[in-house]
């Protein structure tokens, strides 16, 4: 059986070394956890089998499959809710759903967190060592829950949320599987029909000597094209992902292709609504958790995806810092539609903000989902016609020479 050293914590700050058999790196975990220590650091003894080692800190590198989806988090979130709801403590809540979590990713970083919570940290300090796993808003609601006393509220609120904002990609996501679905099938076969298909009609009309039609001698270039230079497609794709990739690059672009986005006439609408829906369900949550205004729009302003409304939230954030209403100053920008600064300029009056957010929230989400509905339904049918024409196209090509050799026979 394979042995392990391993490198464990006592007590706050005693730390021990040792060696324990196990199967597998999990169940060496298990072991030294059930004697009672806290593991640091986990490796296979030299000369002993093959198995999984690594530093349970965070210091090996993870494959793909080890990733943390935003479905993981929400499981973790909704279940640490539910523990914490039932009035069972926080370090054994922790300890629980580290023995529980499927995703080994998430378990090590689970661990970790319980470990800086024996050490007296907070769970916002021990989750904000995480960004990339715990985003800045879920750090800020937690360290705001454990402020006010009311964690297990904050927990729920956020679990909610983001089983909210899962669904509405979800719906985003289903609705447009299809239209992808069909283009990526109906450019497969193009594929296949240029590659393959006419190169054999070429040689049969070459062998014959015939004079081939314009469309035909068109599409015969292009599939000689296609299998002569495949390799310019390929070098293009892997310069336009390693432009995208460059985080200066789009960032000195964004403003400006954001801004294209939003003046499209579909798209734009749908990708402002959904904007404003993430926008005021995320401040409305912050608020609804205690909050302030200055520090919730902080909070939410880089939460934001677009950068030309992330822009605007800054000066509205610059002029709250000096005094001027939130509704006032977002009515300075051509952004914000009337509709939501009036509702927030309602909200300030009547000092219900969180509660009128969470209506507009709603109404932009179900504006969301209207759109979506629209454009999947005139998408579906534009893809058809778009992938039909170009077979038919490429059918016509193929057949035309055949044809008028039939009609030279006759």
Avoid: C
Avoid at 350 to 368: I, P
């Amino acid at each position: 059986m394979p042995i392990f050293v391993y490198q464990a914590k006592k007590g706050p700050q005693e730390i021990i070394d040792g060696t324990v058999e196990a199967a597998t790196k999990e169940a060496a975990v298990s072991k030294i956890e059930q004697m009672g220590y806290m593991p640091i650091r986990l490796s296979l003894k030299e000369g002993s089998a093959v198995g999984n080692t690594g530093n349970l800190q965070g210091n090996r590198a993870f494959s793909f499959f080890d990733r943390i989806s935003s479905r993981d988090l929400n499981v973790f979130t909704d279940q640490l809710a539910t523990l914490v709801k039932s009035k069972v403590p926080l370090f054994e809540a922790i300890n629980i759903l580290s023995s529980q979590t499927e995703n080994p990713k998430l378990k090590q970083i689970i661990i970790a967190i319980s470990g800086q919570l024996k050490d007296g940290k907070t769970l916002s300090e021990a989750l904000s060592k995480y960004p990339k796993v715990f985003p800045l808003l879920y750090v800020n609601m937690v360290h705001s829950g454990e402020s006010g006393g009311v964690l297990d509220e904050t927990l729920t609120r956020l679990a909610k949320f983001r089983e909210e904002q899962e669904e509405v990609r979800a719906n985003i996501s289903s609705a447009l599987a299809y239209p992808i679905f069909i283009s990526i099938v109906g450019l497969i076969t193009v594929i296949i029909l240029l590659t393959f298909g006419i190169p054999r009609l070429a040689s049969m009309f070459s062998e014959n000597k015939q004079a081939l039609p314009l469309p035909t001698k068109f599409l015969i270039s292009m599939s000689s094209g296609i299998r002569n230079y495949w390799y310019l497609g390929v070098i293009f794709i892997g310069l336009a992902v390693f432009i995208l990739r460059q985080k200066q690059a789009i960032e000195k672009n964004k403003a400006a292709i954001d801004k294209f986005i939003l003046k499209l006439p579909l798209i734009g609408n749908f990708s402002k609504k959904a904007m404003l829906a993430e926008f005021t369900r995320t401040f409305a949550l912050l608020l609804a958790n205690g909050v302030p205004v200055l520090e919730a729009l902080q909070i939410t302003v880089p939460t934001i995806n677009n950068e030309m409304f992330r822009i605007e939230l800054e000066k509205v954030h610059s002029d709250i810092v000096v005094g001027t209403p939130l509704s006032q100053s977002m009515k300075k920008s051509s952004w914000f539609p009337p509709f939501l600064t009036n509702m927030i300029a309602v909200g300030e009056r009547g000092g219900n903000l969180q509660e009128v957010l969470l209506e507009v929230a709603v109404f932009y989400e179900r504006e969301v989902r209207k759109i979506n509905k629209i454009m999947t339904s005139l998408l579906e049918p534009a893809i058809i016609l778009i992938m039909g024409l170009i077979v038919g196209f490429i059918v016509i090509a193929m057949l035309l020479p055949i044809f008028e050799i039939n009609m030279a026979v006759q």
